[in-house]
């Protein structure tokens, strides 16, 4: 049998990896891996890692991008014997979330863009159309086995409750949009709101963190008919995709990438009487048209959320050729890029980001210290 020259060659893959975390982000990075491993060595980093990579030539470099200039993916992407250079993250068009990229997409081959349907549709009008030759847009997966059917039975009319799920981290998931949500509570009842994760909303019950996969957790999301979320800027939350698992009905804005599904439920961005008027009436809406959204939502997570369609679509960026797509950007774009990535949360030398490296790297700085 003849060898697989390929097998000659490393993919140095910058993202979260741990087959036995099959939660964001290692599930990505699990399903990256798993996508390429016949073909090439896979060599693991975190996005946090201030190492420099020395490719031999034909690796590959595929990988989540840290704003920080000293972090793995910056130090390494110049080197000339990289044959591609793929960055897969989070897209959308917020402007302090994104404008980090603009130097790093200009030296990358392809930009797989974890984002749904509707930020992808808008690239081309919106500040970043100069990205679009290299954006390929790409949905998470789901695996629906760690996420069962729990929601058999809903609400009484007028008695069913919201849901939200997530955190809004200074440095990432920051466009969450809670003062809508608290708003809306407000109007609606804030009885029939609660939310799971890092930030409490006005006096809505809040349960904190929640391991999403135990029965104690479980027992807590299916006493809620709806998963609710408010952003103004969020890729592709993976919480929509649990909630679908679930048998939970997602009322969200476009802006969290979902629009062209017609069984997740949309509410308009910043307009709290007219999301109301959505929510009250899905207070009436009979056991049987709900009934009917949750199984349209597993057909759908079944054909479009898929990790075997991840993977293909791994696969056919990485195998194939390399195409000439070079971005030369206008001075009004490199202005706009710099000044809003100044102004971000993300901004290399705010404290927040500079303690997060200084904790991810802490064991290589003793080490050097030691050596002096």
Known sequence: MKKNLNLANTVHLIYPYNLKNNINPWSIGNNISIALKDKYKIKHYYWTSIEKIYPKKGDILIGHCHPNPLTVFRRSIKDKNWKKKIIIQPYNEDPKQMSHLYDVIKECDDFLAICGEYWYKRISKSKFNSWKKKITQIDLGLDIKLYPKIKKKFNKINERKFLFIGNDYSYNNY?????????????????????????????????????????????????????????????????????????????????????KEKSIINIPLNKVNMACNIINNLQEVSDQKLKKLQSENWKILKRFYSWAKFRKTIRKIVLTKNMNKNIVYTK?????????????????????????????????????????
């Open 175 to 259: 466009a969450k949009n809670l003062t809508y949500l608290k708003n809306i509570s407000q109007l609606i009842g804030e009885k029939k709101f609660a939310t799971i994760g890092n930030k409490s909303v006005g006096k809505i019950k809040h349960f904190g963190w929640l391991n999403l996969q135990n029965k104690k957790s479980l027992n807590i999301i299916k006493k809620y008919d709806f998963l609710i979320q408010t952003s103004n800027y969020d890729a592709n939350p993976s919480t929509v995709l649990e909630s679908l698992s679930w048998g939970l009905i997602p009322v969200i804005t476009p802006q969290c990438g979902y629009k």
């Open 332 to 372: 009004k774009e490199l202005f706009f890029f710099k000044k809003n990535y100044l102004a971000s949360p993300n901004y290399h030398l705010n404290f927040d980001m500079i303690l997060t490296i200084l904790k991810s790297n802490i064991k290589i700085f003793i080490k050097r210290m030691v050596k002096f």
